[in-house]
């Protein structure tokens, strides 16, 4: 026992003898190097401070950096790149490579398909939030289906089939996220396919100006929309431009819209689409008339009368 003692003086004097690292009283914080390569994955700050001891530096805390959403979708990185498109610009066309995934930040763009025989149609109108060219998720190598278009000056961030695919799998807050986002699509899908199939072409064009008014999104609405023609909002409702000519000149003289070069909506253009409250039911079908009767069918009908 007494040997072993000796033994641990002897090398506490040594060590005492050896250069101490200077003393200091601020916090020096480093970051520690992650654990994998992958640019998702969660890294962990360790800050060390000086202590006033002989003791060797302390780990004292420990912070976690978790994924961030708005983050992720805000800024470049791997995988990831802010563009910037001028008006009428093409972000991607009908039948190129599907290898990215598009996020609105900023700004208005609109998606059209064009048929086998060279018609165009708008299929939908995009804002910011939106979520664009997702079919590269769903296969490898698949192919554009329809066209994305600048309305105004907008700003979008790319994202590469690979990295989106990666983020869904290892981030659940961003899968949530994305999910949400492909429910409430499908939800405003399926309206606008009932709205197609049982209202009148007036009451689709209401809808239509109050959906790019932002009516019924979280905050307040934009009453003045982006410039549109009156060839897109047909291509959108399924009727012609001389009906959507008529049905606009008629929601200004109703006082719903103000329309000057661009198109400002008034919440009373609700009314049209909650309570079908146009004036003379121009909203709803045409009362079915009898056909009149000719001489010969009335004269007939008399002679049967009398008989009876």
């Known amino acids: 026992m007494q040997q072993m003692r000796g033994l641990w003086k002897r090398r506490l004097s040594e060590r005492a003898k050896l250069p101490r690292p200077p003393r200091a009283r601020v916090k020096e914080s480093r970051s520690a190097e992650p654990i994998s390569s992958h640019p998702h994955e969660t890294t962990v700050e360790l ?8 003791d060797t530096d302390l780990i004292i805390d420990v ?11 805000a800024t ?6 802010v563009l910037r498109y001028k008006k009428k610009a093409c972000l991607f066309s009908q039948g190129g ?37 997702e079919e590269s998720v769903g296969e490898e190598d698949a192919l554009r289906t329809a066209t994305a278009t600048a309305v105004t000056a907008c700003v979008a961030l790319r994202i590469a089939r690979a990295d989106m695919i990666r983020a869904l799998h290892d981030e659940n807050k961003f899968s949530d996220f994305f999910m949400k986002f492909l429910v409430t699509r499908g939800i405003r899908t399926q309206a606008d396919l009932v709205d197609q199939l049982f209202n009148s072409a007036e009451r ?10 932002e009516y019924g999104e979280p905050g307040d609405p934009e009453t003045l929309i982006p410039a549109v023609t009156q060839e897109t909002l047909a291509e959108m409702i399924g009727a012609t431009r001389s009906h959507v000519s008529f049905f606009m000149n008629r929601f200004r003289k109703l ?24 004036p003379e039911e121009n909203a709803s079908r045409p009362l079915l008339l009898e056909r009149p009767h000719s001489k ?13």
């Open 255 to 278: 006082g719903y819209i103000e329309y000057n070069g661009r198109i400002r909506v008034h919440t009373s253009l609700l009314n049209v689409v909650l309570h079908d409250m146009l």
């Open 296 to 308: 010969a069918l009335k004269a007939k009908q008399t002679k049967t009368a009398h008989k009876k």
């Open 47 to 54: 800050i060390y401070v000086k202590s006033n001891s002989e």
């Open 63 to 73: 912070e976690e950096k978790s994924f961030s959403t708005t983050n992720f979708l």
């Open 97 to 133: 490579t599907a290898d990215s995934v598009f996020y609105l930040q900023s700004g208005r763009a609109k998606i059209t398909v064009v048929s086998r025989r060279g018609k165009e149609a708008t299929v939908t109108l995009l804002a910011k939030g939106d979520f664009f060219g």
């Open 204 to 213: 689709r064009l209401a809808r239509t100006l109050l959906i790019m008014a």
């Open 76 to 81: 470049p990185g791997p995988g990831r790149t």
